[in-house]
T-cell receptor, first 110, second 117 residues
Framework: GQNIDQPTEMTATEGAIVQINCTYQ??????LFWYQQHAGEAPTFLSY????GLEEKGRFSSFLSRSKGYSYLLLKELQMKDSASYLC???????????FGKGTRLSVIA | EAGVAQSPRYKIIEKRQSVAFWCNPI?????LYWYQQILGQGPKLLIQ????????DSQLPKDRFSAERLKGVDSTLKIQPAKLEDSAVYLC???????????????FGPGTRLLVL
């Protein structure tokens, strides 16, 4: 079966750093996506990791360990506008559709 | 570049009524997806099209849900008859369709928020 686990909620302070973890179990594995979803809006693409390691993109970085079935999204210099849900989605092998986690609702407070 | 368009944005119906949603993907995107997202959950794939063919509809409740993409461009999703548990946001997404679907970035539309009373 396919399973994605991520924390339901997190709170962090403006200007701080937060790490959102995601573990996955899928039948085969191609790569892992992170999407951001503001309340009432559509998910928007943040990152896609295929190889092990850290990929940095501005204030956001994403890490993948294929052997551990683990990924995290790192957000630096948090801003109020970063308050949103962050969806982890794993791509099983072949043409099997993405499997989304339930999302982590991040609240950034002053 | 225009994004994925969906209509209507909101719909309120009574149980046992019918409802239809429309989606126009990004121009040139061969793959189109319909997702159901219940409050507090991640999106769940209902159906995936490659051009006008169905690639995956294993999670589509076929006794009440149907979808088509007749000309390989825009698509409609229908629910008939609706149940209370169908209250959710219905998201349409598209991707280029040149690679394995699970490896392509998907671009989502704004969604249709359905409330069944």
């Amino acid at each position: 079966g396919q399973n994605i686990d991520q924390p339901t909620e997190m709170t962090a302070t403006e200007g701080a750093i937060v790490q959102i973890n995601c573990t996955y179990q899928t039948s085969g594995f191609n790569g892992l996506f992170w999407y951001q979803q503001h309340a009432g809006e559509a998910p928007t693409f943040l990152s896609y990791n295929v190889l092990d390691g850290l990929e940095e993109k501005g204030r956001f970085s994403s890490f993948l360990s294929r052997s551990k079935g683990y990924s995290y999204l790192l957000l630096k210099e948090l801003q109020m506008k970063d308050s949103a849900s962050y969806l982890c989605a794993a791509s099983p092998s072949g043409n099997t559709p993405l499997v989304f986690g339930k999302g982590t609702r991040l609240s950034v407070i002053a | 570049e225009a994004g994925v368009a969906q209509s209507p944005r909101y719909k309120i119906i009574e149980k046992r009524q019918s409802v239809a949603f429309w989606c126009n993907p990004i121009s040139g995107h061969a793959t189109l997806y319909w997702y159901q997202q219940i409050l507090g959950q991640g999106p769940k794939l209902l159906i995936q099209f490659q051009n006008n063919g169905v690639v995956d509809d294993s999670q589509l409740p076929k006794d009440r849900f149907s979808a088509e993409r007749l000309k390989g461009v825009d698509s409609t999703l229908k629910i008939q008859p609706a149940k209370l548990e169908d209250s959710a946001v219905y998201l349409c997404a598209s991707s280029l369709g040149t690679d394995w679907a699970g490896q392509e970035t998907q671009y989502f539309g704004p969604g249709t928020r359905l409330l069944v009373l």
